[in-house]
């Protein structure tokens, strides 16, 4: 198995990443190559549908698990939490980093007995490696078009998430951090 840790039960330790991200019809405008001295176009939306990606990684197996859902709140984050739950390796335990965004740390989630929460200190998302998974995505599939249709939206998402699950190295290289892993 990839870098894990073992924990006083023998079990291996999984380290993953988790955050979300909303994505809409009023979307991003990225930096675009052109020429010296001109302007480029870039589209830019005023309509205000939005999906959010909640998304979580383990960058020393290269896995993602990501669900999209239309609200960030307590069920979202509960369905969330099964899906991690069944991404994580048969017999190993996960400490999921994630911050403390009310429906993280809800009394009400029922957290899967395979995982632990381990909130990060307030205002600090330069520790959470998946914020540079949402510019990636941003920059490379998600920026600079102009969405037809809710469904559009929730279609190029996961799209997006698909063809970074299916380069597990890019998961390593965007998430890896020497201090959660040493």
């Not at 994505?23 to 001109?38: F, L, S």
């Not at 999906?51 to 984050?77: E, H, N």
């Not at 509960?78 to 069944?86: G, K, P, R």
């Not at 009400?108 to 929460?117: M, R």
Request: charged fraction near 25%.
């Amino acid at each position: 198995m990839a870098q894990t840790r073992e924990s006083a039960g023998g079990k291996p330790i999984e380290v993953w990443f988790q955050d979300e991200a909303r994505i809409g019809q009023k979307n991003k405008i990225t930096r675009r190559w052109a020429q010296r001295g001109t302007r480029p176009r870039a589209p830019h939306d005023q309509r205000t549908k939005w999906v959010y990606i909640f998304g979580a990684i383990c960058p020393a197996r290269g896995k993602g698990a990501a669900l999209v859902m239309p609200y960030a709140d307590t069920p979202a984050m509960q369905a969330h939490l099964e899906e991690i739950s069944t991404q994580v390796a048969r017999g190993a335990h996960a400490v999921l980093v994630l911050d403390q965004a009310g429906w993280h740390m809800s009394a009400k989630l029922v957290v899967p007995d395979n995982i632990t929460l381990a909130p990060l200190p307030p205002r600090s998302p330069e520790l959470n490696p998946v914020e540079n998974v949402w510019q990636f995505l941003r920059d490379n599939h998600l920026s600079n078009r102009i969405f037809k249709s809710y469904n559009d939206i929730v279609e190029h998402c996961c799209d997006a998430w698909k063809t970074l699950t299916d380069q597990p190295w890019r998961i390593r290289s965007i998430g890896f951090r020497e201090w959660a892993h040493a």
